[in-house]
């Protein structure tokens, strides 16, 4: 968790480069149905990936799960529709054995500058990956929790931070 930090800002020029294929690895193209059933109609966050700015935070791996974590800037697009959300937060959850986990129920906290956490956002199975629109409204330091009950039936809490300028 602490190595993740110091090399975030490596991690932010790689992932920036590989936006195009980051965006075609997530399946959304080959599952639009999913994303909008998932009450997702407007799902920027990943269709205008190449014209979006991608946060990663990291991943964490808990009790032989691996969650991937990473921020969409979807402001500018959501500001011109009238919408408030600033972000799509996707968190990609594997077996340490390289299997995906597209199943279970995967819910979000989020603490922002002002201390206060949020109560639980649900993240959506979206075609690989669980996600949600978020709100994150001022500058400052994040905390996101995101808590599992994948089909192993047990519970996992991964930790997520983020400074946003
Ligand atoms: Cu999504």
């Known amino acids: 968790m602490k190595r993740n930090f110091l ?6 020029s ?3 480069l590989p936006a195009g294929a980051m965006a075609a690895s997530h399946e959304h193209v080959a599952a639009p149905g999913g ?5 997702h109609a407007m799902p920027m966050g990943h269709e205008m990936a190449e014209q979006t700015q991608m946060i990663s935070l990291g991943d964490q791996v808990v009790d032989g799960v691996k969650a991937e974590a990473q921020l969409n800037d979807i402001q ?3 500001t011109q529709m009238g919408m408030k959300e600033t972000h799509h937060l996707m968190v990609m959850i594997q077996h340490t054995d390289g299997k995906t986990l597209e199943s279970g129920t995967v819910a979000l906290k989020i603490k922002g500058p002002d201390g206060v956490e949020s109560a639980a956002i649900p993240l959506t199975g979206m075609g690989g990956h669980f996600g949600a629109d978020i709100v994150l409204g001022a500058p400052g330091p994040y905390t996101f929790t995101i808590g599992t009950r994948l089909t192993d039936g047990k519970t996992r809490q991964f930790l997520f931070s983020h400074e946003l300028k």
């Open 7 to 12: 090399i975030l800002p490596v991690l932010l």
């Open 14 to 16: 790689l992932i920036l």
């Open 76 to 78: 500018a697009t959501m």
């Open 35 to 39: 994303h909008a059933e998932a009450g």
